[in-house]
């Protein structure tokens, strides 16, 4: 712009494009080999170094949005990544929305997202959420994209503005509860579709549909066992309401999605437990719920509300506080590596475990994850 056969003329030179301080990101790298980047700057930066063709701070860029991504901001992102053919950067977000699918879907970032982007997230096969989730989410684009173009908020607008991207919602592989609480009242589908999907759940001759009548394959969890054995002593192993605990870290990010609990070793018994994840002390996700155990050495998963990301090389703390018959299995020979598929989990012992629970040996058999 400023030098050989294609500078321009101008004294002033207009760059309507780019912001200032992305502009000045860029400038700065450029003179003094230094990178401010910030949240709210990023992408912007991103766009200037990749019109200027600055490799570098482009890939600064990268990895500064790889480690902020995360539910709320992977459609987003993703959206963005698309546009700046940053194949790694994609792949990132997909893994964070396959695993965190309802967070993503439910975030205010999906409904900033380019019609493009809905298509692929919409027709995705690994959304590890409920095909109610996703209508719900569509409907909220849908409602965004009407004031975006300046369009009164109506069902015929809201059909108007998602235009085949309607017919990529597996409506049919909804409960048939779940469809006539939430997509028959929604009043985005005719009466025509309405009546005939009903059908379709009730009837012996089931009419022809236009829309996805196979359920999203999700997400297959993958389970990390830290014991080669398990064992059983009449008076070895007892709950007492007190808390077994275990640290864990894991070479690459994962999402926690539940731990897999011994049982009773006396017989069928019903557990209350409270499980709880926590990170530098401060919990991330818990959940109070209850299971029964059949008396076999079997584990039994407990699983948190949503996945809970996990970032690598540093250490978390899984704990259950498990209340109901008193004699338990435990587990023997502990780990302290695990390699599951390509994640590797470390395993210390935890302060807060009161119940003699540790690495060698005791309960919280398997850490539930996507990967």
């Given at each position: 712009m400023?030098?050989?056969?294609l500078?321009?003329?101008?004294s002033?030179?207009?760059?309507p494009d780019?912001?200032?301080?992305?502009?000045?990101?860029?400038?700065k790298?450029?003179?003094?080999?230094e990178i401010?980047l910030?949240?709210?700057t990023?992408l912007?930066?991103l766009?200037a170094?990749k019109?200027y063709i600055v490799?570098?701070?482009?890939?600064a860029?990268v990895?500064?949005?790889?480690?902020?991504?995360?539910a709320?901001n992977?459609c987003v992102?993703l959206?963005?990544?698309?546009?700046?053919?940053?194949p790694?950067?994609?792949q990132?977000?997909w893994?964070?929305?396959?695993?965190?699918?309802?967070?993503?879907l439910?975030?205010?970032?999906?409904?900033?997202?380019?019609?493009?982007?809905l298509e692929?997230?919409?027709?995705?096969e690994?959304l590890?959420?409920?095909?109610?989730?996703?209508?719900?989410?569509?409907?909220?684009w849908?409602?965004?994209?009407?004031k975006?173009q300046?369009?009164?908020?109506?069902p015929?607008?809201k059909r108007?503005?998602?235009g085949?991207?309607?017919?990529l919602?597996r409506?049919?592989?909804?409960t048939l509860?779940?469809?006539?609480n939430?997509?028959?009242?929604?009043?985005?589908?005719?009466?025509e579709?309405?009546?005939?999907?009903f059908l379709?759940?009730?009837?012996?001759?089931?009419?022809?549909?236009e829309?996805?009548?196979?359920k999203r394959?999700?997400?297959?969890?993958?389970?990390?066992h830290r014991?080669q054995?398990s064992?059983?002593?009449?008076?070895?192993w007892?709950y007492?309401?007190r808390?077994?605990?275990i640290?864990?870290?894991?070479?690459?990010r994962?999402f926690?999605a539940?731990l897999?609990?011994?049982?009773s070793?006396?017989?069928r018994?019903?557990?209350?437990?409270k499980?709880?994840?926590?990170?530098?002390?401060?919990?991330?996700?818990?959940?109070l719920?209850?299971?029964v155990?059949?008396?076999?050495s079997?584990?039994?998963?407990?699983w948190?509300?949503?996945?809970?990301q996990?970032?690598?090389?540093?250490f978390?703390?899984a704990?259950a506080?498990?209340?109901?018959?008193e004699?338990?299995y435990?587990?023997?020979e502990?780990?302290t590596e695990?390699?599951c598929g390509?994640?590797t989990?470390?395993f210390?012992?935890s302060s807060?475990?009161?119940?003699?629970?540790?690495?060698q040996?005791g309960q919280?058999?398997?850490l539930?994850?996507?990967?």
């Amino acid at each position: 712009m400023f030098y050989g056969d294609l500078a321009e003329v101008k004294s002033e030179i207009h760059i309507p494009d780019v912001e200032p301080t992305a502009f000045l990101i860029l400038l700065k790298y450029m003179y003094s080999d230094e990178i401010d980047l910030e949240a709210d700057t990023v992408l912007a930066t991103l766009y200037a170094a990749k019109k200027y063709i600055v490799p570098a701070l482009a890939k600064a860029c990268v990895n500064f949005l790889e480690t902020s991504l995360e539910a709320k901001n992977a459609c987003v992102l993703l959206s963005q990544s698309r546009l700046f053919e940053e194949p790694e950067l994609t792949q990132r977000c997909w893994e964070v929305i396959d695993a965190q699918a309802e967070m993503a879907l439910r975030s205010e970032g999906f409904c900033e997202i380019d019609w493009q982007t809905l298509e692929i997230i919409v027709t995705r096969e690994a959304l590890n959420t409920k095909e109610a989730v996703v209508f719900e989410a569509v409907l909220s684009w849908a409602e965004a994209e009407c004031k975006r173009q300046g369009l009164p908020v109506t069902p015929r607008n809201k059909r108007h503005v998602l235009g085949p991207a309607l017919y990529l919602v597996r409506i049919p592989t909804m409960t048939l509860e779940e469809f006539a609480n939430g997509a028959a009242q929604s009043d985005i589908l005719t009466l025509e579709e309405t009546h005939n999907i009903f059908l379709w759940y009730t009837a012996a001759n089931k009419p022809l549909l236009e829309f996805p009548l196979t359920k999203r394959k999700g997400l297959a969890p993958q389970t990390c066992h830290r014991f080669q054995s398990s064992a059983y002593r009449s008076n070895q192993w007892r709950y007492r309401g007190r808390c077994d605990s275990i640290q864990f870290a894991v070479d690459r990010r994962v999402f926690i999605a539940g731990l897999g609990l011994y049982g009773s070793s006396s017989g069928r018994a019903e557990y209350s437990v409270k499980i709880e994840l926590k990170r530098l002390g401060v919990v991330l996700a818990q959940n109070l719920t209850t299971f029964v155990s059949d008396g076999s050495s079997s584990t039994f998963s407990v699983w948190f509300e949503h996945p809970v990301q996990v970032e690598q090389d540093t250490f978390y703390t899984a704990s259950a506080v498990l209340d109901g018959s008193e004699l338990s299995y435990f587990g023997q020979e502990g780990m302290t590596e695990v390699q599951c598929g390509k994640v590797t989990f470390q395993f210390q012992c935890s302060s807060d475990s009161t119940n003699g629970t540790g690495v060698q040996g005791g309960q919280i058999p398997e850490l539930i994850f996507y990967a």
